[in-house]
T-cell receptor
Framework: SYELTQPLSVSVALGQTATITCGGN??????VHWYQQRPGQAPVLVIY???NRPSGIPERFSGSSSGNTATLTISRAQVGDEADYYC???????????FGGGTKLTVL | QVQLQESGPGLVKPSQTLSLSCTVS??????????WSWIRQPAGKGLEWIGR???????NYNPSLKSRVTISVDTSKNQFSLKLSSVTAADTAVYYC?????WGYGPGSYCMDQWGQGTLVTVSS
């Protein structure tokens, strides 16, 4: 089945820009969604269909996707952005949701 | 805004059936083009999609769990449910229910836009 690859961890200095990648075969042809999961909490959708923000998500969160890599970008990183981030796609060939393994973001 | 709340036993014995319900409030489970999904997360690990149901009753399941999973919906109670049979310790996890949609686009746009808080289910004798 389709696989998504994320780095285990990413670090960013306070106020700087964090970039979290999600790799997959020709992922640019799929719709990619991103979730934020703070410790002890349920996931929250932060980006859907590659670059769209749900209501209430700050403009600091943005997304893009091309070729074999999708990217979640968090600008002006805050301590409150420390969380695990998961990418997700729908695999039409098997009719199932695929999640990436998750990336732990640390704000230094 | 719609809210989801999981409920069910926190402890299940090996080989038995895990049963959870998700109550939807703030909106009708039958309205809109929504799917209703279950996702789980073992402690310290990533998210695993279990399956989904549409209000018509049509379902899709994770192929790796398909032989053991049943998801159903009760529109009169505004609830949907999960049954996972023949459980083992590997099924110990936090189980989340979620509302899902495709935003009016094709199936590839499918994602979970509202989540319950999750409930821990431990499989142990």
């Amino acid at each position: 089945s389709y696989e998504l690859t994320q780095p285990l961890s990413v670090s960013v200095a306070l106020g700087q820009t964090a970039t979290i990648t999600c790799g997959g075969n020709n992922i640019g042809s799929k719709n990619v969604h991103w979730y934020q999961q703070r410790p002890g909490q349920a996931p929250v959708l932060v980006i859907y269909r590659d670059f769209n923000r749900p209501s209430g998500i700050p403009e600091r969160f943005s997304g893009s996707s091309s070729g074999n890599t999708a990217t979640l970008t968090i600008s002006r990183a805050q301590v409150g952005d420390e969380a695990d981030y998961y990418c997700q796609v729908w695999d039409s060939s098997t009719a199932e949701v695929i999640f990436g393994g998750g990336t732990k973001l640390t704000v230094l | 805004q719609v809210q989801l709340q999981e409920s069910g036993p926190g402890l299940v014995k090996p080989s038995q059936t895990l049963s959870l319900s998700c109550t939807v409030s703030g909106g009708s489970i039958s309205s809109g083009n929504y799917y209703w999904s279950w996702i789980r997360q073992p402690a310290g690990k990533g998210l695993e999609w279990i399956g989904r149901i549409y209000t018509s009753g049509s379902t899709n399941y994770n192929p790796s769990l398909k032989s053991r999973v049943t998801i159903s919906v009760d529109t009169s109670k505004n609830q949907f449910s999960l049954k996972l049979s023949s459980v083992t310790a590997a099924d110990t996890a936090v189980y989340y229910c979620a509302r899902s949609q495709t935003w009016g686009y094709g199936p590839g746009s499918y994602c979970m836009d509202q989540w319950g808080q999750g409930t821990l289910v431990t499989v142990s004798s």
